[in-house]
T-cell receptor, first 116, second 113 residues
């Protein structure tokens, strides 16, 4: 079965640079979530989109922005990178249309961002 | 607001022994409960979920969990673990009125031979 696809899988950036992560949700999933998992930490919710509109916002820094496009893929843009942004960034997707009543969220493999 | 507490940060256990990973939650609304597993350097994989109905839910890899509303718990169990079960396990909750998952701090299960 198709899963959530994230790219790139690994990314190394220098401080103050910009990074963009991409996420392709499971087909027919119209909701996308972004999570950040720091070393030894639990995943923290950043932001979510439903039908290309922001649906919820968590602990996302102002330096970060995200959007969902017409084909439902999403991009997380991170600017002025700091050492503390080094983390595993998960994208996840779920169907909102009632086919999965628990709104089960399916995660991608994650994108490792290292800021040096 | 919801929160999840995983009472054990690490659980060492011998192979073929039973294991229980504890999870307690708090929420002012109805919740859905999940267990995810994360193998080293990998993503999060759904083990099982509780939506409604039977309080005992069975998941993949022989795991099961029991929802206890009065104790606000959703403990994960496996009667006999394997070396390959070594991983970090996250309990998570989502509200029936929202979608985002709130995770616990995770429990590292270390299975020893």
């Amino acid at each position: 079965a198709a899963g959530v696809i994230q790219s790139p899988r690994h990314l190394i950036k220098e401080k103050r640079e910009t990074a963009t992560l991409k996420c392709y949700p499971i087909p027919r999933h119209d909701t996308v979530y972004w999570y950040q998992q720091g070393p030894g930490q639990d995943p923290q919710f950043l932001i979510s989109f439903y039908e290309k509109m922001q649906s919820d916002k968590g602990s996302i820094p102002d330096r970060f922005s995200a959007q969902q496009f017409s084909d439902y893929h999403s991009e997380l843009n991170m600017s002025s990178l700091e050492l503390g942004d080094s983390a595993l960034y998960f994208c996840a997707s779920s169907p909102q249309t009632g086919t999965d009543p628990g709104n089960t969220i399916y995660f991608g493999e994650g994108s490792w961002l290292t800021v040096v | 607001a919801q929160s999840v507490t995983q009472l054990d940060s690490q659980v060492p256990v011998f192979e073929e022994a039973p294991v229980e990973l504890r999870c307690n939650y708090s929420s002012s609304v109805s919740v859905y409960l999940f267990w995810y597993v994360q193998y080293p350097n990998q993503g999060l994989q759904l083990l099982l979920k509780y939506l409604s109905g039977s309080t005992l839910v069975k998941g993949i890899n022989g795991f099961e969990a029991e929802f206890n509303k009065s104790q606000t718990s959703f403990h994960l169990r496996k009667p006999s673990v394997h070396i390959s079960d070594t991983a970090e396990y996250f309990c998570a909750v989502s509200s029936s009125y929202g979608n985002k998952l709130v995770f616990g701090a995770g429990t590292i299960l270390r299975v020893k031979s």
